[in-house]
């Protein structure tokens, strides 16, 4: 088992940004990507960002390639994900998961979540 808690999620303005936290707890985080997903309401969670057990490997969605960066400290059992140049389509729950394979973009194949974080982006 693993235990995920997002954090760092708030209100902020057009082009502002935000760095959210994945706190892992349990089996070794080292031994599980890491994936960021979000679902704002009416819609599916789609995967916005993915990265490799050392963190060797990096995939972004389209949508945020260039505006956000994630990244790791497995000797914290934390992942992040920097948010920068905000938009208010950017706003929606962001949730971490886990999983032992790497390159997966669908929600399903995560076997592990956090219980979400709230990002609203005004405009």
């Known amino acids: 088992q693993v235990q995920l808690v997002e954090s760092g999620g708030g209100l902020v303005q057009t082009g502002g940004s935000l760095r959210l936290s994945c706190a892992a707890s349990g089996r070794t985080f080292s031994s599980y990507c890491v994936g960021w997903f979000r679902q704002a309401p009416g819609k599916e969670r789609e995967f916005v960002s993915g990265i490799s057990w050392t963190g060797t490997n990096t995939a972004y969605a389209d949508s945020v390639k260039g505006r956000f960066t994630i990244s790791r400290d497995n000797a914290k059992n934390t992942a992040y994900l920097q948010m920068n140049s905000l938009k208010p389509e950017d706003t929606a729950v962001y949730y971490c998961?886990?999983?032992?394979?790497?390159?997966?973009?669908?929600?399903?194949?995560?076997?592990?979540w956090g219980q979400g974080t709230q990002v609203t982006v005004s405009v």
């Open positions: 998961a886990a999983t032992p394979t790497w390159g997966r973009r669908v929600a399903p194949l995560y076997n592990y």
